[in-house]
């Protein structure tokens, strides 16, 4: 684990976030996903659109600047935009500029949300709705009436990717012109050779990846606040520690392995989850030997700066699920709430089977 007040190396700071992201998205999907199953494919969908509509006040108009693509053409800038934002979010992006007033974009496969087959059971609607929020109010907040969004093919759908073009048209547009579906069988090239690059002087390897970690941090924030405000406490709540629990049987292993301790003693199983959570900068600590080890966190990235207990108690199900993963002799203790903010977890080798 890199303290908070030390210098990352390149390679450290590859580590993790590359371990941030992958947790971040795993929560984001799980979420979701438990949302959709539990109340239904329109209430996932309301999510979505709240989830975009929020990024998009949040990053849109300050990123053009950052990512040095206001003085293009509108379709050109919007284009650009979505394309390096993404692509520095860690999604798989292609973009050809077809002209200064066409310019397409693609989010390639597979996706970032619902890895694996997770996403054959996603809804279309799902995908519609992502690609109908966002992209039509590039013109309005761009300052340019004429500028549309047209979208031509989508994974769900059974095309290879989700694309769709950006065109500024010769009328200013109505609300409801600013988003049409036009299937479209055949569209340009991406040449990755002669695709746009973002300035290596301003956007060196270490700006990218921690604007990439503060992209999955950023959509696990949102989720679970717009889970709060759609389904109030209660239901949030039960959501989210059902989300916890099925993500852990599904995936402690994997991620054990990604943090580089993946024993089953009681120190590398709290060391697994200093990881993480160091992962997110997180003050943590984990001491203790194989029988008997101590955590001792001071924040709760991703989730919120909240230290509401319904809360914490949703996500600690995750780990409480993780250590009987890994090993059903340890028992998992959690004392209350300091007034300081820190929790003490204590992981204790019973000797005996508890389960």
């Known amino acids: 684990m890199t303290p908070q007040n030390t210098v990352e190396t390149l390679e450290d700071l590859r580590a993790r976030t590359g371990l941030a992201n992958k947790f971040a998205w795993l929560m984001v999907s799980g979420m979701t996903a438990m949302c959709y199953r539990e109340k239904g494919e329109a209430v996932l969908v309301e999510i979505w659109r709240r989830l975009l509509t929020g990024e ?18 509108p379709a050109v800038t919007a284009a650009l935009y979505h394309y390096f934002s993404n692509s520095i979010g860690g999604l798989n992006m292609q973009v050809v500029v077809e002209s200064p007033r066409k310019a397409w ?8 949300s619902y890895p694996g087959i997770a996403a054959l059971a996603v809804p279309p609607a799902v995908r519609r709705t992502i690609l109908s929020t966002w992209h039509p109010r590039n013109g309005e907040l761009l300052g340019c009436p004429r500028l549309g ?19 500024e048209y010769d ?32 956007w060196p390897e270490a700006r990218i990846l921690k604007g ?26 039960d959501v989210i520690r059902a989300a916890m629990r099925l993500l852990a049987a ?37 001491d203790g030997d194989a029988g008997r080890a101590t955590l001792r ?29 890994q090993n059903g002799h340890l028992r998992l203790e959690r004392a209350p709430l300091a ?3 820190t929790e003490i977890w204590t992981l204790t080798d019973t000797g005996e089977w508890l389960w």
């Not at 974009?105 to 970032?112: D, F, Q, T, V």
């Open 56 to 73: 998009q006040k949040d990053r849109f108009l300050a990123a053009l600047d950052k990512l040095e693509i206001r003085d293009n053409p």
């Open 105 to 112: 974009i693609r989010y390639m496969a597979p996706w970032g």
């Open 149 to 167: 969004w047209v979208a031509t093919k989508f994974v769900s759908e059974g095309h290879p990717y989700d694309e769709g073009y950006f065109y």
């Open 171 to 202: 009328h200013d547009l109505s609300p409801t012109e600013r988003f049409r579906v036009e299937h479209v069988e055949r569209s340009p090239e991406f040449l990755p050779e002669a695709a746009p690059k973002l300035n290596p002087d301003t």
């Open 212 to 237: 990439g970690y503060n992209y999955g941090v950023d959509y696990v924030r949102h989720v679970v606040a717009i889970l709060y405000e759609l389904l109030g406490v209660n239901a949030a709540t």
């Open 250 to 286: 599904q995936f402690t292993k994997d991620l054990a392995a990604s943090t580089g301790h993946a024993g089953t003693d009681a120190l590398s199983v709290l060391q697994m989850f200093g990881a993480i959570f160091a992962a997110f900068r997180n003050d943590v600590s984990v």
């Open 297 to 325: 966190l001071n924040g709760f990235n991703p989730f919120t700066d909240d230290p509401a207990p319904e809360l914490r108690a949703a996500v600690h199900e995750f780990f409480a699920m993780a250590v009987r993963q």
């Open 339 to 341: 007034a300081d903010g």
